[in-house]
């Protein structure tokens, strides 16, 4: 009995772990208007998720979390908007190629879909890669396409559990995505992508 207790407790204070980040993760989001807050915020989450696999487990997690958020705020949104932009330029030009009829237009949209996979992938590991080593802002974007096209089956195991895990939460219990949306998903990714960083270290070395 007194192991069950222990296991529901320690179960009880990761879930509020997880709560309590992901509320940060919005708060700050929110407070630089959304514009200037949320890759700063993503970023902050995922270098709290950072010590804890790294067996942290019991850092001060607002501490963290707000020394991230204010060091590399202008370096992280930078990065962000660049991606942002990026997939918002191609998302024009792919709409535009649909509209033509031509069989030249529609390989060319095909071609554009196969940027937004490449600029998934970049996103998908450029958080962990911010939050574990400093490097200059573009060896971030090349390195994070390094890991995705080296590492395939990781890289669609990590799109498709996290989009599983969104998929299933919005269908069943929207207000998941809420509480633990932002940071159960960072974990998972920060996960993943640590399994890769042994060797990006030695080649940095």
Do not use: C
């Amino acid at each position: 009995m007194n192991g069950f207790v222990a296991g529901y407790y320690r179960f009880a204070v990761w879930i509020t772990r997880f709560a309590y980040l992901n509320l940060l993760w919005i708060a700050f989001s929110l407070l630089g208007l959304g514009l200037l807050g949320f890759f700063p915020a993503t970023a902050a989450m995922f270098a709290v998720v950072r010590k804890w696999i790294d067996g942290e487990k019991d850092i001060p997690v607002f501490s963290v979390f707000w020394k991230s958020y204010k060091k590399e705020f202008l370096k992280i949104n930078v990065l962000g908007y660049i991606l942002a932009g990026t997939g918002y330029l191609m998302t024009i030009e792919f709409q535009i190629l649909r509209t033509q009829e031509h069989i030249a237009y529609t390989m060319a949209s095909f071609a554009v879909v196969g940027l937004f996979l490449l600029l998934a992938v970049i996103t998908l590991y450029l958080f962990p890669l911010f939050a574990h080593f400093q490097l200059r802002s573009l060896d971030y974007i090349k390195w994070a396409l390094f890991i995705g096209i080296g590492h395939p089956l990781l890289t669609i195991f990590l799109l498709g559990i996290v989009i599983a895990l969104i998929y299933l939460s919005f269908i069943t219990i929207p207000a998941l995505l809420f509480f633990f949306g932002g940071s159960v998903v960072a974990y998972i990714l920060m996960w993943g992508a640590h399994l890769t960083f042994e060797k990006i270290e030695e080649s940095l070395a």
